[in-house]
């Protein structure tokens, strides 16, 4: 603790429990977390615990207990040795010395991430495609190929990014013998902005350990043959940092500033849904970007998803709005969810969902 | 209004395990369908689908 200052009037200030500015409070229906953006991870409180830290912020724990009537002395100690434990806040005479972060979200780009569907029947102008989303300012790119790969046709889609924009190229892939580790390996020392590949239908389950550069390589025997296979919500999922937190409290971490160009080249919000702006043969990303209520989904957040805006992984949790419970409410939550936040449950997986066959099972 | 004050040491308040952070690769719920049209923002027209290029 802190030594004790005098204040204004002279008496000694009792010092007050402040968290890091980067350590943020959601409170859940029947828990609540600290996400710890810097760090990148969070940690799960009680919801009296959140309260304190939000409706008694500034108060000294001498006037916390006693608004509590000492009922729960023993309590709160533990959650402040908890939070010191945790290194989510500090203990200090002038909370206001320390401002809330700027949870403003901006970004210049029009476009920061897109999906690139392939398959078997795609004819894509790569260069094209590429080249426009560059202009869009995309900075990260997830190219699924739901077929098996040559790694010359991987490479054929490399290239056309290798002088653009990109900062970050996902690769999904169909296996093939000649999918080897070394030649992923040398496959993404070629190109360096590629950061993980995976790939599916593969003999076997492999994660290769990082590359220096960062990059991984995962091999997966699940069968991905479709843009079925996305939408899953899990903690394996979530993201915990400034960036996706701050979009996430006014836009949709799924959707908010994203442009798909599905198998068949049809330009979406997501592969998975229906609804076409255009084919990228005949109409250019920029005009449909322009279309009236392309950008119609971005600003749903999860405070206006039903169930959603009581879980306490609202603001870290990836979303999806192209697969929901109820198919006729935009609003609904995510039909892949299995997170009850009114018992802060995960109901065990029910079954392989759509998209995803076991090796041997697609048709 | 007044919260009761759980102790920390409820399994609710655990970490997850590293088991229960990894990404699923299989299994989930049912898939539901998928919106088939977005609530238009101004009213209904049916030539937005297709506008083509208006660069």
Known sequence: MTSSEP??????????????????????????????LQRQSFQFIPNGLYEILTEHAGKSVAEIKGFYDHEYDEEIDEYFTFLLHHELGFWCGE?????????????????????????DGSRHDYGAILGQLDDLGCKALEVRC??????????????AARHGRLRSI?????????????A?????REHPR????????????????????????????????SPRCCGQVHPGYFVVD????????????CLNRKLSVDARGEIKNCPSMTRSFGNVREVSLHSALAQRDFAALWSINKDQIAICKDCEFRYVCTDCRAYLRDAADLYSKPSKCTYDPYTAEWQPPADMPAGIHTKGASE | MKKRMERLDDELFQPLTAAQQRRITAGSTPVTETPITLRETFGEVDDYIRDGDNE
């Open chain 1, 242 to 253: 400034f960036e996706t937190f701050a979009e996430g409290r006014k836009h949709n971490t």
């Open chain 1, 194 to 225: 590629v950061s993980r590949i995976v790939v599916h239908s593969a003999p076997e389950q492999r994660l290769m350990p990082p590359l220096r550069t960062g990059v991984t390589i995962e091999y997966r025997t699940e069968v991905i043959d």
């Open chain 1, 7 to 36: 204040n204004t009037a002279g008496a000694p200030r009792e010092p007050v429990f402040a968290l890091f500015a980067c350590c943020i409070p959601v409170k859940g229906a029947r828990r609540s977390v600290v996400c710890d």
């Open chain 1, 184 to 188: 992923l390996e040398s496959l993404a």
């Open chain 1, 95 to 119: 909370p206001d010395r320390f401002p809330a972060l700027d949870l403003d979200w901006e970004t210049p780009e029009r476009i920061t991430n897109a999906i690139l569907d392939v398959d």
């Open chain 1, 170 to 182: 996902d690769l999904l892939a169909g296996h093939l013998p000649e999918l080897t580790p070394d």
């Open chain 1, 146 to 159: 739901f077929h098996r790969c040559t790694l010359n046709g991987l490479r054929a889609i490399l290239e």
